[in-house]
Nanobody, 122 residues
Framework: QVQLVESGGGLVQAGGSLTLSCVASGTIFNVNTMGWYRQAPGKQRELVATSVSAGSTNYADFVKGRFTISRDNAKNTVYLQMNSLKPEDTAVYYC????????????????WGQGTQVTVSS
């Protein structure tokens, strides 16, 4: 079994900063992509940022220049540093990871965290 546990959400004023963390634990052989998605009330879940184990990153246009994704591969942890937060960033933020559980299968399985609420007040 694999678990993704997020932390770091909360309430912040517009222009403020928050850092989210997500730790993957359980039966893990290799973690490929780790990333963050978000879902605001009444909207579909959308990609925020992803990080591939080799080092490349990808950001949604609406967070470029404000958010930074990073990871600690040794700890199977991904972070999302969020600066210059706006009220429209208010959403539940979900951690996502592609994980290979053992050396005998080449398959990667997608896992999701339970989500952490980020609320930005104006």
């Amino acid at each position: 079994q694999v678990q993704l546990v997020e932390s770091g959400g909360g309430l912040v004023q517009a222009g403020g900063s928050l850092t989210l963390s997500c730790v993957a634990s359980g039966t893990i052989f290799n973690v490929n992509t780790m990333g963050w998605y978000r879902q605001a009330p009444g909207k579909q879940r959308e990609l925020v940022a992803t990080s591939v184990s080799a080092g490349s990153t990808n950001y949604a246009d609406f967070v470029k220049g404000r958010f930074t994704i990073s990871r600690d591969n040794a700890k199977n942890t991904v972070y999302l540093q969020m600066n210059s937060l706006k009220p429209e960033d208010t959403a539940v933020y979900y951690c996502h990871a592609l994980i290979r559980q053992n050396r005998y299968t080449p398959l990667y399985t997608a896992y999701w965290g339970q989500g952490t609420q980020v609320t930005v007040s104006s």
